[in-house]
Protein backbone atom coordinates (compact mmCIF):
# COMPACT_ATOMS: atom_id res chain seq x y z
CA UNK A 1 0.00 0.00 0.00
CA UNK A 2 2.98 2.61 1.34
CA UNK A 3 4.89 1.65 -2.23
CA UNK A 4 1.71 1.92 -4.51
CA UNK A 5 0.62 5.53 -2.73
CA UNK A 6 4.40 6.70 -3.16
CA UNK A 7 4.48 5.51 -6.84
CA UNK A 8 1.36 7.86 -7.29
CA UNK A 9 3.30 10.76 -5.91
CA UNK A 10 5.79 10.06 -8.17
CA UNK A 11 3.44 9.93 -10.95
CA UNK A 12 2.07 13.23 -10.04
CA UNK A 13 5.14 15.22 -12.01
CA UNK A 14 5.00 12.65 -14.81
CA UNK A 15 2.24 14.05 -16.07
CA UNK A 16 3.80 17.36 -17.38
CA UNK A 17 5.57 14.99 -20.20
CA UNK A 18 3.75 15.05 -23.19
CA UNK A 19 1.51 12.59 -23.91
CA UNK A 20 3.44 10.62 -26.47
CA UNK A 21 5.90 9.65 -23.66
CA UNK A 22 3.76 8.36 -20.91
CA UNK A 23 4.06 4.75 -22.60
CA UNK A 24 7.68 5.09 -22.12
CA UNK A 25 7.81 4.99 -18.40
CA UNK A 26 7.66 2.15 -16.18
CA UNK A 27 4.81 0.47 -15.85
CA UNK A 28 4.21 0.81 -12.14
CA UNK A 29 3.59 4.39 -12.88
CA UNK A 30 -0.09 5.53 -12.72
CA UNK A 31 0.67 8.39 -14.58
CA UNK A 32 -2.76 7.89 -15.89
CA UNK A 33 -4.39 7.69 -12.72
CA UNK A 34 -2.84 10.88 -11.22
CA UNK A 35 -3.66 13.15 -14.57
CA UNK A 36 -7.06 14.40 -12.46
CA UNK A 37 -5.17 14.97 -9.55
CA UNK A 38 -1.88 16.77 -11.30
CA UNK A 39 -4.41 19.39 -13.24
CA UNK A 40 -6.11 20.24 -10.19
CA UNK A 41 -2.75 21.07 -8.07
CA UNK A 42 -1.61 22.57 -10.58
CA UNK A 43 -4.37 24.87 -11.01
CA UNK A 44 -4.41 25.18 -6.89
CA UNK A 45 -0.84 26.40 -7.25
CA UNK A 46 -2.09 29.22 -10.07
CA UNK A 47 -4.38 30.24 -7.49
CA UNK A 48 -1.82 30.16 -4.79
CA UNK A 49 0.55 32.60 -6.96
CA UNK A 50 -2.53 34.15 -8.24
CA UNK A 51 -4.31 35.52 -5.22
CA UNK A 52 -1.92 36.99 -3.35
CA UNK A 53 -0.15 38.25 -5.98
CA UNK A 54 -3.24 40.23 -7.68
CA UNK A 55 -4.58 41.50 -3.83
CA UNK A 56 -0.89 43.18 -3.92
CA UNK A 57 -0.81 44.83 -7.18
CA UNK A 58 -4.92 46.02 -6.39
CA UNK A 59 -3.51 47.54 -3.13
CA UNK A 60 -0.59 49.21 -5.41
CA UNK A 61 -3.41 50.61 -7.56
CA UNK A 62 -5.72 51.50 -5.50
CA UNK A 63 -2.90 53.02 -3.31
CA UNK A 64 -1.89 55.40 -6.55
CA UNK A 65 -5.47 56.00 -7.26
CA UNK A 66 -6.04 57.74 -4.05
CA UNK A 67 -2.60 59.80 -4.01
CA UNK A 68 -3.77 60.64 -7.45
CA UNK A 69 -6.62 62.12 -6.48
CA UNK A 70 -5.57 63.62 -3.03
CA UNK A 71 -3.36 65.14 -5.44
CA UNK A 72 -5.36 66.74 -7.62
CA UNK A 73 -7.56 67.74 -4.19
CA UNK A 74 -4.62 69.68 -3.18
CA UNK A 75 -4.17 71.52 -6.19
CA UNK A 76 -8.23 72.67 -6.55
CA UNK A 77 -10.44 71.84 -3.57
CA UNK A 78 -13.62 72.11 -5.55
CA UNK A 79 -12.87 69.07 -7.34
CA UNK A 80 -13.31 67.05 -3.63
CA UNK A 81 -13.01 63.04 -3.31
CA UNK A 82 -13.39 61.22 -6.47
CA UNK A 83 -14.53 58.34 -4.67
CA UNK A 84 -15.27 56.82 -8.43
CA UNK A 85 -12.30 57.09 -9.79
CA UNK A 86 -10.53 55.09 -6.98
CA UNK A 87 -13.27 52.43 -7.71
CA UNK A 88 -12.68 52.09 -11.41
CA UNK A 89 -8.88 51.72 -10.47
CA UNK A 90 -9.61 48.45 -8.18
CA UNK A 91 -12.02 47.32 -10.63
CA UNK A 92 -9.51 47.22 -13.38
CA UNK A 93 -6.44 45.31 -11.06
CA UNK A 94 -7.80 42.05 -11.95
CA UNK A 95 -7.15 42.95 -16.31
CA UNK A 96 -3.77 44.61 -15.58
CA UNK A 97 -2.63 41.89 -13.38
CA UNK A 98 -3.38 38.83 -15.78
CA UNK A 99 -2.29 40.49 -18.93
CA UNK A 100 0.25 42.92 -17.88
CA UNK A 101 1.77 41.40 -15.10
CA UNK A 102 4.51 38.65 -15.55
CA UNK A 103 3.24 37.12 -12.37
CA UNK A 104 -0.64 37.78 -13.45
CA UNK A 105 0.76 35.78 -17.05
CA UNK A 106 2.00 32.64 -14.74
CA UNK A 107 -1.09 32.46 -12.67
CA UNK A 108 -2.61 32.73 -16.26
CA UNK A 109 -1.16 29.68 -17.55
CA UNK A 110 -1.18 27.70 -14.47
CA UNK A 111 -4.71 27.55 -13.72
CA UNK A 112 -6.06 27.21 -17.44
CA UNK A 113 -3.09 24.91 -17.88
CA UNK A 114 -4.58 22.75 -14.89
CA UNK A 115 -7.89 23.27 -15.56
CA UNK A 116 -7.31 21.81 -19.36
CA UNK A 117 -5.49 18.99 -18.25
CA UNK A 118 -7.96 18.31 -15.33
CA UNK A 119 -10.56 17.98 -17.80
CA UNK A 120 -9.29 16.13 -20.83
CA UNK A 121 -7.88 13.63 -17.69
CA UNK A 122 -11.70 13.49 -16.53
CA UNK A 123 -12.90 12.56 -20.00
CA UNK A 124 -9.92 10.16 -20.40
CA UNK A 125 -7.89 11.93 -22.84
CA UNK A 126 -5.40 13.14 -20.92
CA UNK A 127 -2.45 15.63 -21.85
CA UNK A 128 0.85 16.93 -20.65
CA UNK A 129 1.86 20.08 -20.22
CA UNK A 130 1.28 22.17 -22.83
CA UNK A 131 4.47 24.17 -23.32
CA UNK A 132 6.08 20.98 -22.93
CA UNK A 133 4.20 19.23 -25.90
CA UNK A 134 4.42 21.94 -27.87
CA UNK A 135 8.37 22.45 -27.37
CA UNK A 136 8.23 17.95 -28.08
CA UNK A 137 5.91 18.33 -31.48
CA UNK A 138 8.18 20.95 -33.20
CA UNK A 139 11.28 19.22 -32.65
CA UNK A 140 9.95 15.45 -33.45
CA UNK A 141 8.48 16.89 -36.73
CA UNK A 142 11.46 18.47 -37.13
CA UNK A 143 13.41 15.21 -36.96
CA UNK A 144 11.08 13.48 -38.70
CA UNK A 145 11.46 15.77 -41.34
CA UNK A 146 15.32 15.39 -41.09
CA UNK A 147 14.98 11.80 -41.17
CA UNK A 148 12.64 11.53 -44.24
CA UNK A 149 14.79 13.57 -46.13
CA UNK A 150 18.25 11.98 -45.32
CA UNK A 151 16.06 8.49 -46.57
CA UNK A 152 15.40 9.95 -49.69
CA UNK A 153 19.28 11.65 -49.96
CA UNK A 154 20.64 7.75 -49.10
CA UNK A 155 17.40 5.97 -51.28
CA UNK A 156 18.23 8.29 -54.75
CA UNK A 157 22.22 7.61 -54.09
CA UNK A 158 21.80 3.60 -54.12
CA UNK A 159 19.22 3.94 -57.15
CA UNK A 160 21.04 6.39 -58.77
CA UNK A 161 20.49 8.34 -61.91
CA UNK A 162 17.15 7.79 -63.45
CA UNK A 163 16.78 5.29 -66.16
CA UNK A 164 13.32 4.06 -68.67
CA UNK A 165 11.58 1.73 -67.19
CA UNK A 166 11.72 -1.88 -68.44
CA UNK A 167 9.83 -4.95 -68.78
CA UNK A 168 10.97 -8.50 -68.33
CA UNK A 169 9.92 -11.63 -68.25
CA UNK A 170 8.77 -13.42 -65.17
CA UNK A 171 11.67 -15.71 -65.90
CA UNK A 172 14.14 -13.46 -66.42
CA UNK A 173 12.96 -11.65 -63.60
CA UNK A 174 13.07 -14.51 -61.26
CA UNK A 175 9.57 -13.82 -59.80
CA UNK A 176 7.36 -17.03 -60.74
CA UNK A 177 3.70 -16.85 -60.87
CA UNK A 178 3.59 -13.72 -62.58
CA UNK A 179 2.86 -12.65 -66.16
CA UNK A 180 5.48 -10.08 -66.56
CA UNK A 181 7.45 -7.83 -64.52
CA UNK A 182 7.98 -3.87 -64.71
CA UNK A 183 11.69 -2.90 -63.55
CA UNK A 184 11.85 0.84 -62.50
CA UNK A 185 14.56 3.15 -61.24
CA UNK A 186 12.26 4.62 -58.97
CA UNK A 187 9.27 3.99 -56.58
CA UNK A 188 5.83 4.41 -58.08
CA UNK A 189 3.37 6.30 -55.37
CA UNK A 190 0.02 4.56 -55.52
CA UNK A 191 1.55 1.28 -56.94
CA UNK A 192 1.14 -1.39 -54.38
CA UNK A 193 -0.35 -4.66 -53.92
CA UNK A 194 -3.57 -5.72 -55.50
CA UNK A 195 -3.96 -2.58 -57.62
CA UNK A 196 -5.07 -2.69 -61.13
CA UNK A 197 -3.52 -1.38 -63.82
CA UNK A 198 -5.09 -0.26 -66.77
CA UNK A 199 -3.04 -0.27 -70.12
CA UNK A 200 -3.72 0.37 -73.77
CA UNK A 201 -3.63 -3.53 -74.65
CA UNK A 202 -4.90 -5.06 -71.46
CA UNK A 203 -6.06 -5.14 -67.25
CA UNK A 204 -3.70 -6.13 -64.78
CA UNK A 205 -3.31 -6.74 -61.35
CA UNK A 206 -0.28 -5.52 -59.28
CA UNK A 207 1.62 -8.00 -57.15
CA UNK A 208 4.12 -7.60 -54.35
CA UNK A 209 6.68 -5.37 -55.25
CA UNK A 210 10.12 -6.48 -54.86
CA UNK A 211 13.46 -4.58 -54.17
CA UNK A 212 16.61 -5.93 -56.07
CA UNK A 213 20.09 -4.13 -56.26
CA UNK A 214 20.48 -5.09 -59.85
CA UNK A 215 24.06 -3.82 -61.87
CA UNK A 216 25.29 -2.09 -58.76
CA UNK A 217 21.56 0.08 -58.30
CA UNK A 218 18.66 -0.40 -56.26
CA UNK A 219 15.66 -1.46 -58.59
CA UNK A 220 11.81 -2.01 -57.99
CA UNK A 221 10.08 -4.69 -59.25
CA UNK A 222 6.59 -4.86 -59.75
CA UNK A 223 5.03 -8.07 -60.77
CA UNK A 224 1.78 -7.91 -63.39
CA UNK A 225 -0.44 -10.81 -63.56
CA UNK A 226 -3.45 -10.05 -66.42
CA UNK A 227 -6.89 -9.38 -64.65
CA UNK A 228 -9.20 -11.74 -66.02
CA UNK A 229 -11.11 -12.89 -63.07
CA UNK A 230 -14.17 -10.78 -61.41
CA UNK A 231 -12.74 -9.59 -58.29
CA UNK A 232 -14.03 -5.85 -57.80
CA UNK A 233 -10.96 -2.77 -58.48
CA UNK A 234 -10.92 -0.82 -55.84
CA UNK A 235 -7.79 1.11 -56.78
CA UNK A 236 -6.40 1.76 -60.15
CA UNK A 237 -3.58 3.30 -62.62
CA UNK A 238 -3.16 4.28 -65.76
CA UNK A 239 0.07 3.16 -67.35
CA UNK A 240 1.80 2.98 -71.34
CA UNK A 241 3.99 -0.48 -70.83
CA UNK A 242 7.68 0.41 -72.54
CA UNK A 243 7.74 -0.93 -76.12
CA UNK A 244 10.23 -3.68 -75.58
CA UNK A 245 10.21 -6.78 -73.73
CA UNK A 246 13.01 -8.41 -72.56
Avoid at 48 to 68: C, D, E, R, W
Avoid at 88 to 97: D, E, K, M, P, V
Wanted: aromatic share 8%.
Amino acid sequence: MLLRGLAFILAIPATLLPHRLWRRLPSWLPVGAAGFLAGILTLLAGMAVGIPGFLAHAGANVSMANQGVLDAAMRDPTIGYDRGMVSGFGALSIFTFLLLTPLGWLTLYLVGSGGVRAGAAWFDDPIGDPILTGIDHVVWRRRDRYAARHAQQTRAALEGPETPDRVVSSATAGIPGCDMVIVTARRKPGWERGVVMYTDDACYRIGDPVERTIAGNLRTLYPLTEHTDLEAIRKSVNYQLPGRRE
